[in-house]
């Protein structure tokens, strides 16, 4: 039995690209340890009750991660339309005020009683594979703005309206991003890539002028001093994290911004305590395996470029995962506003790990059909 070349180094794309995420999720357990277990103990008796609970959404994220990877992603287009309207049903049901659940100010879940989670996030994988979709059907008309671009970034932007609507600022921004990228990547105009933009700018402005609390984030990001125990306060508590870490940190456990001082220290803000606890050198062994990551998806996707779908699906994933995780760590270290996006895979979150870890199974899939 011959072996291809081709197949061997798609192996090794498989195998760096699941060891760079197995080892974010194993340091996102430990480190939400650390944290919680100065967070939680005040509220509960049992020290490992939330480790307990990460673990449960650890073994839902692993078990669709490997449901994804059997399942073939032509799938996933062909009942496009599906997953599309259930997407916009789910969003809908947040905003009514007996199912959707209001946390920190901003309606982002559903409750259920038995089971809460955030179409949001959902929300990621289905513009994906609604824009994928559409996109790789118009190769054609791609250089046509009404006819190839404006159709599926109509549908888009009502999705990203619903999640604004949500008190959600950050994600509808990240989407568009995304989504602006993978227009690129299909090879749509520069001239109409150009409107985006400056549409995108104008938006984004309007959406920060008319909501009092992104004005604050924005000018506690540019003087924190001005204002710091309000609109500067996460600023300078994450920062004083990375000065309190220094080189090599001090030690697993010992953070003290994790004692109620520095804001969604377990979600948001989970990279400034790494970056206290493991110090910079830790810090840039977490950015080392995102860039990991996204080397190896990118190489999935340039791997089956022949296959227009598979080519944007994977591309507009990795791009996805990567985004965010820079997203989070520049708000971290100081180079974005506080933005209230996670850290891909290390942040607490049952929605978002379940979600990412299915976004993996699909990029394997991806790979595994690269394999003659």
């Known amino acids: ?69 059997f399942i073939d992603v032509e799938l996933y287009k062909k009942f496009m339309k599906l997953i599309t309207i259930a997407t916009i049903i789910l969003l809908i049901m947040t905003l009514i005020p007996s199912i959707g659940k209001i946390v920190g100010g901003a309606r982002r879940w559903i409750n259920l009683g038995f089971i809460q989670f955030q179409p949001s996030e959902l929300a990621k994988i289905s513009i994906l594979i609604y824009t994928s979709a559409m996109l790789s059907k118009k190769e054609d008309t791609i250089k046509d703005f009404y006819k190839g671009i404006l159709p599926p970034l109509i549908v888009v ?34 001239l109409s890539l150009l409107i985006l933009i400056f549409v995108g700018i104008l938006a984004s402005i309007m959406g920060i002028f008319f909501e009092q609390y992104r004005m604050k984030r924005l000018l506690g990001f540019f003087d924190p001093w001005g204002d710091p125990l309000k609109g500067g306060w996460q600023y300078i508590q994450s920062m004083k994290c990375f000065a309190l870490g220094g080189f090599w940190g001090k030690g697993f456990g010992n953070s003290t911004q994790k004692y109620l001082t520095l804001p969604e220290a377990r979600n948001d803000y989970v990279f400034a305590i790494i970056a206290e606890e493991g110090g910079a050198i830790f810090s840039l062994v977490i950015v080392l395996l995102f860039v990991a990551f996204a080397i190896s998806g990118l190489m999935i996707a340039r791997n089956c470029k022949e296959d227009r779908y598979k080519f944007l699906l994977a591309a507009g994933i990795t791009i996805f995962i990567f985004f965010q995780a820079m997203t989070n760590i520049g708000v971290s270290v100081g180079l974005l506003p506080s933005t209230g996006i996670q850290l891909p895979f290390v942040s607490s979150g049952g929605t978002s790990l379940v979600v990412f870890s299915f976004c993996i199974g699909m990029l394997i899939s991806i790979a595994k059909t690269n394999n003659v």
């Open 1 to 69: 039995m011959v072996i291809k070349k081709e197949n061997i180094q798609n192996n090794i794309l498989i195998a760096s690209l699941f060891s760079a995420v197995i080892l974010l999720i194993g340091v996102g357990l430990g480190f939400s340890y650390s944290i919680n277990k100065v967070t939680e103990t005040s509220i509960i008796d049992n020290n490992y009750a939330y480790i307990m609970k990460q673990m449960f959404h650890l073994f839902i994220a692993l078990t669709v991660m490997i449901a994804a990877i």
């Open 157 to 190: 932007t009502f999705i990203s309206a619903l999640i604004l609507v949500e008190n959600d600022f950050s994600t509808p921004f990240l989407i568009l991003l995304v989504v602006f990228f993978m227009l690129f990547l299909s090879g749509a105009e520069f």
